[in-house]
């Protein structure tokens, strides 16, 4: 499949995933505090969809409670979009702001 559609899919799942989790993970929003959805990626052959998540506790945890809600959002997923395929879902942990900060200390350390 042709990479602009997969980024156009890519958008429009970022944004029904982040729906979903705000009306459907309440019950567990206070163990994490916040997450959050930092962005999205589909295999090329649409058989697979990463999400990549983040929180500001917990973190060793998020992606394996999370696992749990994969197959609603499939489901969510195929109800709101029409695709021949609708990709399996995985959830994987984004340390880049985490990382970032990281980088923020060492140079503050260096001034």
Known sequence: MNQERIKKLESAIFELASSFLLEQVKEIESDFWII???WVKLSSDLTYLDIYVSSFK???IL???LADYAKDIQRFLAK???LRIVP???FRYDDKWEVAQDV???INKLK
Request: proline residues 0%; aromatic residues 0%; glycine residues 0%.
């Open 58 to 60: 917990n973190q060793d």
């Open 63 to 65: 992606t394996k409670t």
């Open 104 to 106: 923020t200390i060492a």
């Open 36 to 38: 959050n959805i930092t």
């Open 80 to 82: 709101k979009m029409t």
């Open 88 to 90: 399996r879902v995985r």
